[in-house]
């Protein structure tokens, strides 16, 4: 409880300036020009979060965690302050890149903490106030993104993070008290250069994959090339390296390979679908940006409520292996009633089918990672707590590739059928289209077409990701149920052993 408002500041910090910037990004634009480089900001953070999660994990369990923790929120507000003085697009992309590596950190290294000061037993209740905290920033970063659009100059949404990440250091750096880690290690170079590669290059398919490039074009092709060949290369690297960055004989134990697998088709069918929902809210029901925001509130309030009791309840029983399958069962019930959706359905019913999926993911978001530290010793918590939250990241790529491939075939398919082949290339194609006040003026028969389609395709998305929801409640059910380590904490267990070197 001391260390707790440090690591939920770093948490913040990491979750609220994606959307904080979403939402200034038009501003961004017109002021540094470069509208053809839109895309990259974002990619940029991604790319710098995804690549470095499992690297951080590592470096963490081999040097001490409050060192490297306290690193990645320097390079996170290094970031920051960069981002806030680039004079043109191309140095608030290489910025956002360094931003994103320092937010892999953060977010990788707060889990391992808590791993490391609280025994598995009394986890989940401080993983559910994270998951709070992170609740929070989804619903917090529009806001905030739209105060500072509307009342200050944009590069307040990076600013905004350096008095935070300022409070965070200091607080850490005083009160946080982990072992030192004094061992010789042979870092794993190579493992690591592989890996890097291959995680970019499933990143960048994800990204361009039928946006940029079709998903039959070269570039495409030689992505998905460099991705296999790396992943053949980084296997034999693995087994042959001394300390290996992700040391495959985890994935001997089933509970790991069954929650890693888990968290890929959370994130799979999480971030893919619900990145639909305000599209729904403001073009259907008509929602300003603001509101839409707002009305995720019965997701948040839910995922939260939920994560707080099941931490609690897990920390009073020591029983856990009932609640990935109820919120697999949860999650499948909330993309079922989402998938029923249509231009008549009103915001309430709408928010009361998001409030059954935010239960669903308040059963699932924090257990997947307690239950993949269970699986591994202390000195692999690093390593744990960045493969439960690669994997959740990487699945949410793909899916919002996938689903949004599913989105555009289905709408295009909608439009044909009401105005014909040439007006519906004409509709789709239409970037500008998709823009509420632009829908608001077309003539009404086109305006009811249009929606209609819109409806449709985004009902198509929340069908196909019953699928995958169904599977995540299917594979819990073959977790074991292995006893939560109880007693001391990680840390005094790890001052009580021999020191290596």
């Not at 009401?418 to 003539?443: S, V």
Request: neutral net charge.
């Amino acid at each position: 409880m001391v260390v707790l408002p440090g690591l939920m500041l770093a948490m913040v910090l990491a979750m609220l300036d994606n959307m904080i910037v979403g939402t200034a990004m038009p501003r961004i634009v017109g002021e540094l020009g470069g509208l053809e480089h839109l895309s990259w900001v974002v990619t940029a953070y991604v790319l710098g979060t995804t690549v470095s999660t499992p690297i951080w994990g590592k470096i963490g369990d081999l040097f001490g965690r409050k060192t490297i923790f306290l690193v990645s929120i320097v390079l996170f507000m290094a970031g920051s302050a960069l981002c806030g003085m680039s004079q043109d697009m191309g140095q608030l992309i290489a910025f956002r890149a360094v931003q994103g590596l320092g937010a892999g950190g953060l977010i990788v290294n707060v889990m391992a903490i808590i791993g490391d000061l609280v025994p598995p037993r009394e986890r989940g209740q401080y993983q559910g106030m994270m998951a709070g905290v992170m609740a929070l920033a989804m619903i917090a970063g529009p806001l905030v993104g739209g105060f500072i659009t509307d009342s200050m100059d944009w590069r307040w949404a990076f600013y905004v993070n350096l008095p935070v990440g300022a409070v965070a250091l200091v607080l850490l750096a005083l009160r946080l008290h982990l072992p030192r880690r004094e061992t010789r290690v042979k870092i794993d170079w190579l493992g690591a250069i592989v890996l890097t590669v291959g995680i970019t290059a499933l990143v960048l398919i994800t990204t361009w994959g039928g946006n940029e490039y079709a998903w039959g074009s070269w570039q495409i092709l030689g992505l998905i090339a460099l991705a296999l060949v790396s992943l053949a290369v980084f296997v034999p690297v693995e087994r042959r390296a001394a300390d290996p960055i992700i040391p495959l004989g985890l994935f001997r134990n089933r509970n790991f390979t069954l929650v890693s697998a888990i968290g890929f088709l959370l994130g799979f069918a999480m971030f893919g679908a619900i990145n639909f929902l305000p599209l729904f809210q403001q073009t259907v029901q008509g929602a300003s940006a603001t509101n839409s925001g707002l009305l995720l509130l019965p997701m948040m309030g839910a995922a939260m409520g939920i994560s707080l009791v099941v931490g609690k309840a897990v920390t009073a029983t020591g029983r856990y292996r009932i609640y990935p399958i109820a919120g697999g069962v949860g999650m499948t019930l909330g993309m079922g009633l989402l998938s029923l959706m249509d231009v008549t359905t009103p915001s309430w019913q709408t928010g009361l089918f998001i409030a059954v999926l935010g239960a669903g993911m308040g059963f699932l978001m924090q257990m997947t990672m307690l239950i993949a530290q269970n699986s591994v010793e202390p000195k692999d918590m690093g390593v744990a707590s960045s493969s439960a939250t690669f994997f959740r990241s990487i699945g949410g790529s793909f899916g919002v590739s996938a689903f949004g491939a599913i989105f555009n075939n289905r709408f295009e398919t909608g439009l044909t059928g009401h105005f014909g082949a040439q007006a519906a290339e004409r509709l789709a194609g239409g970037g500008g289209q998709m823009d509420p006040a632009a829908i608001g003026r077309l003539p009404a028969g086109i305006r009811t077409g249009l929606l209609e389609s819109l409806a449709s395709a985004i009902s198509a998305v929340f069908f196909c990701a019953i699928f995958f929801a169904a599977l995540v409640a299917l594979l819990a059910v073959f977790v074991k149920e292995v006893p939560l380590r109880d007693g001391r904490p990680a840390q005094q267990q790890e001052e009580a052993a021999p020191v290596a070197g």
